[in-house]
């Protein structure tokens, strides 16, 4: 029988429309996840159309970037839906099913050579780039980590979670990062309520919140930290920072698939573990959990070593009040808002150019 109180299924123009708006799953009373097929289509989407909004751009132009995988798709299919051209400087870690995907819609790939180093990987991309643009001029450069233009697109993202949580006191969760995610979406979500907490999660080994003097190459490569500064991490925004390790981002990765037959990536899993234990600490609240992408790219590296991996249960973080006492394989710290450079360990640190 017809249920003619149902709401019709949506028909969509473009799979950018159908891929972007995530699936929303109560893991717990005040723990939701937010699902993604790939969560950078709202940035990609956001900042193509405001450019050729604004005559940045124009239909028919290349525009060239830097990816280590999701947003690679995300602005090829950007592209594809708005009439660009689409080059990307891809990291060793882009796989040859992503790749595949790419040159498919049209993408020209330039693939770095193979790196156990994130800082050489992330140079080279960025050498290449400005290599691209001496010789192309008329290409525009997306520069997803230092441009605002891709915190945009994540006001849509507030609005549904807005309708769909309402009268909910919100803590986002997830990983920093390029920071536009996360710096994105909380920025909006205090246009409603300013009392929004946002808490981050970084890999040891990432300069963003100062644990590069830790070496974690497995988790750092999945692309919740980096070598290099970003502009786009807005560091005032965030309440707390957790750093976890790779093997603790691995049990919990697996754990939620195990505990909630959910398939999701390296970084969906860090930022549930510590959602988890932030939800425990602060039950009031409902707890958003920023799931960038699914598991398939990690299947290798993570999942098919779910016999090793430890139980999430048993895991929790050191809480520290000083990056001075920062160390794997778990730490917590409130950063209380503070702005870049206030909270620094008291050895010198590397000031990096802005590629």
Request: one cysteine or more; glycine letters at 8%.
């Amino acid at each position: 029988m017809l249920d003619h109180n149902a709401t019709a299924p949506q028909v969509h123009e473009h799979v950018t429309d159908a891929i972007k708006t995530p699936a929303l799953i109560r893991l717990t009373p005040n723990t939701v996840l937010v699902r993604f097929e790939t969560l950078k289509v709202y940035a990609a989407l956001g900042a193509v159309r405001h450019l050729l909004d604004t005559g940045a751009v124009r239909p028919g132009q290349t525009v060239v970037d830097s990816s280590s995988g999701i947003y690679a798709l995300a602005l090829a299919l950007a592209c594809h839906r708005y009439g660009l051209r689409c080059h990307i400087v891809a990291s060793t870690t882009v796989d040859d099913t992503m790749r595949a995907q790419l040159e498919v819609l049209g993408v020209t790939v330039d693939r770095m050579p193979p790196s156990d180093d994130l800082r050489l990987d992330q140079s080279r991309r960025v050498a290449r780039v400005r290599e691209l643009l001496a010789g192309r001029p008329d290409m525009h450069w997306m520069r997803q980590y230092h441009d605002p233009v891709h915190h945009l697109g994540y006001a849509e993202l507030a609005d549904l979670l807005v309708r769909a949580l309402p009268g909910e006191s919100l803590t986002v969760v997830g990983s920093v990062g390029t920071g536009a995610s996360t710096g994105g979406l909380t920025r909006a979500l205090r246009e409603h309520d300013p009392l929004v907490r946002l808490v981050g999660v970084q890999p040891f080994g990432s300069v963003t919140f100062g644990s590069e003097r830790f070496t974690d190459p497995d988790a750092i490569i999945a692309g919740i930290g980096s070598a290099i500064h970003f502009h786009n991490v807005h560091h005032e925004l965030y309440d707390r920072i957790h750093w976890v390790d790779f093997r603790h981002a691995m049990a919990a990765t697996i754990g939620l698939l195990r505990a909630h037959a959910v398939f999701a990536g390296l970084s969906t899993g860090a930022a549930h573990l510590v959602a988890s234990w932030e939800a425990r600490r602060d039950p009031a609240r409902t707890h958003v959990v920023i799931g960038a992408d699914t598991g398939h790219r990690y299947t290798e590296r993570v999942f098919n070593r779910h016999r090793e991996a430890l139980d999430p249960a048993l895991l929790a973080p050191v809480v520290i009040t000083s990056l001075e006492d920062l160390a794997p394989p778990w730490a917590a710290m409130d950063w209380a808002r503070r702005p870049h450079g206030s909270i620094v360990p008291t050895q010198e640190r590397r000031k990096d150019p802005v590629p």
